[in-house]
């Protein structure tokens, strides 16, 4: 689940860091979705909990970590590469 890490990391740390502000120009692009970030919300949305998606603002780092942790590992969960 490194790449739940790195999303989280991303959204809840410094924002002024390149790589905030490159996700947050990102989100703004019609019609583009990366893989990797298709997979972070179906990951989301597989343990129920798709306001994260929504509400990244106030998203709790330590809170979602935990949740995922929870999470039993799906052979669904594969990205294709």
């Known amino acids: ?3 739940i890490g790195f999303w989280l990391n991303m959204i809840t740390g410094d924002t002024n860091n ?30 129920g909990k798709m306001d994260a998606c929504q ?10 970590r935990h949740e995922m942790k929870q999470v039993p590992k799906s052979p669904t969960l594969a990205i294709d590469t």
């Open 1 to 3: 689940m490194e790449v």
């Open 18 to 47: 390149l790589s905030y502000k490159v996700y947050r120009y990102m989100l703004n692009i019609t019609n583009f979705k990366p893989k990797w970030l298709t997979f972070v919300q179906h990951i989301i949305e597989e343990i």
């Open 55 to 64: 509400n990244q603002t106030s998203l709790q780092n330590f809170t979602l």
